[in-house]
């Protein structure tokens, strides 16, 4: 059959799917409103009083007043559940401690790494002696530090954290937790060393060879178990939409890491397509759900009003958990796979918008009116611009994947800005966020130097957009140069060369923002600074 | 549609269509595939070459899938006709690359078969490609005062060499410039099928002297 017949037939039965949808979503009451679902992260009484443990005292005064809206009452958050919130977070304090301590050390090195690399790369013969300090093995130790060492770990302490808040119960099974997080690390150190004398599976984001790839697996499926009973002996009604992205995301990095590393499996052209759909989900169904959980719990919580809508949160991870398993193919355009495998990458490509603006429009319509809160507390701060960057993206990568740009930006420096925007501008600065609130209330303890938070902020932010703004134009020519017969490959090179020497700016900044970050963390964890009486209850900070 | 079979159903069934349409359904439709008549095995010190290839992480600069002509002038930059499926058949694990930082290498074997330029290039690549950003590989290499019995000093440009030393390549990399060399698939492949075949026509520069299909 002629392929525009079928994709007319595949659009036909699409929409009548889509009508059946709707009216089935009206029966159900779906397209009503639910604020109960939204509010339930907050205790009874509880909305109108701002949360940001990363604020000093006089600091939560203002951002209090800036957030009162008439209609608040001046009523107390209701002590019992606070009570059970104490509890919560007490028990999972511990091992989320440790994922943080490792996180930090991994987002420290890695970053390091990834600086020495982007160097390499209009310094090509600096530090050339040794096999481990050349490029190829250098750029893979700073993408398995930060992919896995830095943002897995702190996602898995984000996970950890809030299952207990939100299921509004004690963790079970710290100890499980705990070993599932030593074979986590023991798997990453033991897989950086590997790509550093060489021994590597050799595919991209799966370099990790299998055989440590089996602690990794074990270690994941270590922390599940205690996670889902968990959930299953929760105290509350209805679920979050956060413990959705977060269940749903714990599952999904641990399948797809084993479907990846299966060992003799894969083959040629399969084997291709295998690799970049791993590549891809990595960060769509892991590094992606767990920050969107996080700022759809964070943010709202930060500020004390509820999300603007909580069915559209959930059209949101739906959508999100069937369109953007299926992009990765978009990778290999032009390549010599199945052109139905890249169409369909692309169609669902394109299909990521709507995820996207459900999530954008949600908190567009949560934050209207609010935005200037973000001069108040620096927390939010992190995660408006996580948010923002995560729109940006996601729709850059949703025109990427067609294919009269990927003609220009596949193969480019241009994939790597926009690799950077997701992984940095997105996801690593909200877990930035989220580890400013969670600290003082792991430790019990206020951040000893809360100006450091603001140089961190700027630092990092205005590092990730000198990186992104440079190499994705230096990229861009790069591809065009490409494109062109006329002109030889190596003016290709000689073009990114002014835009490589910009990202190691970018990245220098980003480093320096990482000790500033790190210092930080240190200095709280060796208790420097303010004490804080009792544990860090917002509510005896009322004005 | 608030509790947790729900959740965990519904997201191992989006995961399962995701994994039967890019996983299971391209092994399927890929795994008859033949090795096309012209492509030889590797020989073992090919294939010590390749692990090198791997461990350096040479793929990170370099793709090994020439595009169609219909998408990039690949072709007329001398990088061979678009690969098919078949070109990858004894490739474990397959290194297709992501970047072309530097040229793709699918075919370095036919446009560059000299074993001394491999060697020097690896050595130093500025000696012979001035402005190239390529890492220099001296850890492949050993500089003594002169060359043993059964070794062979590397030539390169004036200039390169070390004063009063001689430059002798290690055994790996020997095997890695017998691996680039073998780096050709400049046999003529058969379109799989005929209607396929309308995308792209092979210039004069590619070494493939047949149609080549788009995908």
């Known amino acids: 059959m002629d392929s525009a017949i079928l994709s007319l037939l595949g659009a036909f039965l699409l929409s009548i799917i889509g009508l059946f949808v709707f009216i089935w979503s009206l029966r159900k009451g779906l397209l009503v409103e639910n604020p109960r679902a939204a509010s339930a992260i907050f205790a009874r009484g509880e909305i109108g009083h701002i949360d940001d443990p990363a604020l000093g005292h006089a600091g939560q005064q203002r951002f209090q007043a800036a957030a009162t809206e008439p209609g608040d009452s001046g009523h107390l958050p209701d002590a019992h559940e606070i009570e059970d919130r104490i509890a919560a977070d007490r028990s999972s304090a511990f091992p989320v401690f440790m994922f943080i301590a490792f996180a930090c050390m991994w987002l420290l090195f890695g970053g390091i790494a990834g600086l020495t690399a982007s160097l390499k790369l209009h310094w090509p013969d600096w530090l050339v002696s040794e096999a481990w300090m050349t490029f190829g093995r250098m750029r893979t130790v700073h993408l398995t530090a930060v992919l896995y060492g830095w943002i897995t770990n702190a996602e898995l302490a984000i996970i950890i954290w809030l299952m207990p808040r939100l299921l509004r119960r004690p963790l079970i099974g710290n100890m499980w937790i705990m070993m599932g997080g030593a074979l986590v690390n023991v798997a990453i150190a033991s897989g950086i060393g590997a790509i550093g004398a060489g021994w590597t599976d050799g595919l991209e984001y799966l370099e990790m060879p299998w055989q440590i790839g089996i602690f990794f697996a074990a270690g994941m499926v270590c922390i599940i178990g205690p996670v889902m009973y968990t959930l299953v002996n929760r105290k509350v009604e209805s679920l979050y939409v956060t413990t959705w992205y977060h269940t749903a995301g714990l599952l999904w990095i641990t399948l797809l890491f084993i479907v990846g590393k299966m060992p003799g499996v894969h083959f040629g052209v399969q084997q291709a397509a295998m690799n970049w759909w791993y590549g891809h989900n990595v960060l769509g169904l892991w590094f992606t759900p767990v920050a969107v959980g996080a700022i759809y719990y964070f943010l709202p919580k930060i500020i004390a009003r509820p999300i603007r809508s909580y069915n559209l949160s959930i059209l949101g991870f739906w959508t999100l958990a069937f369109f953007y398993a299926q992009v990765g193919g978009h990778h290999l355009v032009g390549g010599p796979v199945p052109g139905w495998l890249i169409t369909l990458s692309i169609v669902q490509s394109m299909m990521m918008i709507i995820p996207v603006l459900a999530f954008s429009i949600n908190m567009g319509l949560t934050m209207r009116g609010r935005m200037r809160l973000g001069m108040y507390s620096p927390t939010l701060r992190f995660m408006m611009f996580g948010g923002f960057m995560y729109l940006l993206s996601s729709l850059q990568g949703s025109f990427e994947a067609l294919r009269s740009v990927q003609q220009v930006a596949h193969f480019t420096h241009f994939t790597v800005a926009h690799a950077h925007l997701g992984a940095y501008g997105f996801v690593t600065m909200v877990l930035f966020g989220a580890i400013y609130f969670m600290m003082p209330r792991i430790m019990n303890w206020e951040w000893p130097y809360p100006r450091l938070i603001s140089w961190h902020f700027w630092l990092a932010s205005i590092g990730i957009m000198i990186y992104f703004v440079g190499l994705t134009y230096g990229g861009w020519l790069q591809g065009l140069v490409m494109l062109d017969e006329t002109r030889p490959f190596m003016d290709s090179v000689a073009v990114t060369i002014p835009w490589l020497q910009w990202r190691s700016v970018g990245g220098a900044l980003m480093v320096a923002s990482h000790l500033v970050f790190v210092f930080h963390f240190l200095a709280m964890a060796m208790r420097f600074g303010p004490n804080r009486a009792g544990a860090a209850l917002f509510a005896t900070q009322q004005p | ?215």
């Not at chain 2, 050595?123 to 050993?142: K, N």
């Open chain 2, 1 to 215: 549609m608030e509790n947790e079979a729900k959740l965990t159903a519904g997201a191992m069934v989006t995961f399962a269509i995701a994994v039967s349409a890019l996983v299971i359904l391209p092994y399927v439709q890929v795994r008859d595939v033949k090795a096309p008549e012209g492509l030889k095995p590797y020989t073992s010190a090919e294939l010590r070459g390749r692990a090198s290839y791997i461990a350096n992480g040479c793929v990170y600069c370099h793709s090994q899938q020439p595009r169609s002509e219909s998408f990039a002038p690949d072709a007329k930059r001398g990088w061979g006709r678009a690969s098919v499926p078949g070109d990858y058949y004894y490739d474990k694990p397959h290194l297709l690359g992501s970047m072309r930082t530097g040229p793709d290498l699918m075919n370095i074997g036919v446009r560059q078969p000299s074993k001394d330029w491999h060697l020097g290039h690896l050595y130093q690549p500025r000696a012979y490609v001035p402005g190239s950003i390529m890492p220099p590989y001296p850890y492949l290499f050993d500089i003594k005062d002169k060359a043993e019995p059964g070794e062979e000093a590397i030539k390169l440009p004036p200039g390169y060499t070390p004063p009063g030393k001689v430059v002798v390549p290690t055994p790996e990399a020997l095997d890695l410039v017998r691996y680039l060399q073998a780096l050709k698939r400049d046999y003529p492949i058969l379109p799989p099928e005929p209607q396929e075949a309308t995308g792209a026509k092979t210039s004069s520069v590619a070494p493939a002297p047949r149609p080549t299909p788009a995908s």
